[in-house]
């Protein structure tokens, strides 16, 4: 499965013939007249090295928006091409994968070993899936091409060997403008052998909030909680070896949940993933505690939001008409969308 995944073999040439244009496309509404992709770290090495403009790194191209607007675009590099996985080790639980794996690439090769690189992407660096952190948490080192076109590598290949400062974390939030990540390794975890989802609905935003405060203050540990509104129901997702599951879910808060588990957890996630997905751009961010969800989302009265509810990752709110919003009835091409991004730091 891992040998699958690598590219074509054959040396690269010196002379850059590897390096294929792409075509062109628009990012902040620049075009990219010239778009190149590299086979190897040494390919990308040779570009940066020789290439005298501005350089943007495109991988997925999911999430464009991230960072400040481009203000030019000479060189475009479709990092697509370095998509090996060049070592796995089960034992260690650690990984090593080039930029251009795809994540859903990455989950198929490590589930035979019963692994995952528990990230959960929906339309941003990560979903309701919050309690294990976010991809900076699950790096122990990478290689960096740098823009003299250096090759360097920051912390270490096995989580027992990472010291000094955490570099990677720096190139990771940089978004590419310090150097181009070309290769990553990963600590992993063992899947879950059970997960569960509880729901339950409070009566207003209020008995929401105390909902939450009772699950934050509980001895759960919920791998995902969600209120969603305007129903303001609370998704408390579980996950751990059964009989841990089996005791989390014996002592919820006082509520009445509904529990589900198997294929219709997963149909419910999906609904919800999908609701997520119709949410519009992100036109502001606001800070607060997480004790005050309640007064902002009273304040600000949104029709419908989605709120990551037990820890100071940002919350999402969407002040677009509800039913266009959760497909009741077709989206108005015509409608103007805001979106806040609430941070409810601890």
């Not at 370095?82 to 930029?99: C, G, K, S, W």
């Not at 729901?199 to 929401?208: E, F, N, P, Q, T």
């Not at 004790?291 to 990551?308: D, F, L, N």
């Not at 969308?337 to 609430?342: A, G, N, Q």
Request: net charge neutral.
């Amino acid at each position: 499965m891992v040998e699958d995944l690598k590219p074509s073999p054959g040396a690269p040439s010196n002379d850059g013939s590897a390096l294929s244009p792409l075509g062109e496309g628009l990012i902040d509404g620049i075009p990219l007249a010239k778009v190149v992709r590299p086979e190897s770290i040494e390919d990308l090495s040779e570009i940066i090295a020789n290439e005298k403009g501005s350089i943007v790194p495109l991988g997925a191209r999911t999430q464009t928006y991230f960072g400040n607007l481009l203000r030019s675009a000479d060189c475009a590099i479709d990092l697509s091409g370095l998509r090996r996985i060049t070592e796995y080790n089960p034992a260690d639980l650690t990984v090593h994968v080039q930029a251009g794996v795809t994540l859903g690439q990455l989950q198929q090769a490590l589930i035979e070993n019963n692994q995952f690189l528990p990230l959960d992407p929906w339309n941003g660096p990560q979903g309701p899936f919050r309690a294990v952190g976010t991809i900076r948490d699950w790096i122990i080192g990478m290689k960096v091409v740098e823009v003299t076109g250096r090759i360097s590598k920051a912390g270490g290949r096995v989580v027992k060997n990472v010291t000094g400062y955490d570099l990677h974390k720096l190139y990771t939030g940089s978004i590419g403008t310090l150097a181009i990540i070309a290769e990553m390794s990963l600590k992993l975890r063992a899947k879950f052998g059970r997960t569960a989802t509880s729901i339950a609905k409070a009566a207003d935003v209020s008995g929401a909030a105390q909902l939450v405060a009772s699950i934050r203050h509980s001895a759960i540990e919920p791998v995902a909680c969600e209120w969603v509104g305007p129903e303001n129901e609370i998704w408390v997702r579980l996950g751990e070896h059964p009989s841990a599951v089996d005791w989390q879910l014996k002592n919820l808060p006082p509520a009445d949940w509904t529990i589900l588990e198997g294929s219709e957890e997963s149909a419910a996630w999906e609904r919800l993933r999908s609701r997520y997905d119709r949410l519009a751009p992100i036109v502001l961010r606001i800070v607060g505690l997480p004790s005050s969800a309640h007064e902002i989302i009273k304040e600000y009265r949104p029709p419908a939001w989605i709120a990551h509810a037990l820890n100071g990752i940002p919350r999402e709110i969407s002040s677009r008409d509800r039913k266009s919003a959760f497909g009741d009835s077709p989206r108005p091409t015509d409608v103007r969308t805001e979106r806040c991004r609430i941070q409810f730091d601890e």
